[in-house]
Nanobody, 116 residues
Framework: QVQLVESGGGLVQAGGSLRLSCAAS????????MGWYRQAPGKQRELVTA???????NYAESVKGRFTISKSNIKNTVYLQMNSLKPDDTAVYYC??????????WGQGTQVTVSS
């Protein structure tokens, strides 16, 4: 079973930046898509961004122009660069991977807190 391990969360002031990383325990070539979700207190988990094996990306409207997803096939890692952070971005961020086989994997989550 594949494991996804997130890192890079923390506390940052509004307007600041953070980069999250998601390291996979197997080649990300086996993933159909990989993405980042987030869940704020009292809210449902929502999709932030995703990237396909071919490199196509999509973003939630709320993060367009501020967040960038990328991947390193060599390092089996997916990244989320977050710029111009806002207090509304405060949430636990989860890495997600969807295999071509149909299996879905989730990371344990990393906390991002943006202070005003």
């Amino acid at each position: 079973q594949v494991q996804l391990v997130e890192s890079g969360g923390g506390l940052v002031q509004a307007g600041g930046s953070l980069r999250l990383s998601c390291a996979a325990s197997k080649s990300i070539f086996s993933f159909r898509t990989m993405g980042w979700y987030r869940q704020a207190p009292g809210k449902q988990r929502e999709l932030v961004t995703a990237i396909t094996s071919g490199g196509s990306t999509n973003y939630a409207e709320s993060v367009k122009g501020r967040f960038t997803i990328s991947k390193s096939n060599i390092k089996n890692t997916v990244y989320l660069q977050m710029n111009s952070l806002k207090p509304d971005d405060t949430a636990v961020y989860y890495c997600n991977g969807a295999f071509y086989s149909g299996e879905i994997a989730w990371g344990q989550g990393t906390q991002v807190t943006v202070s005003s």
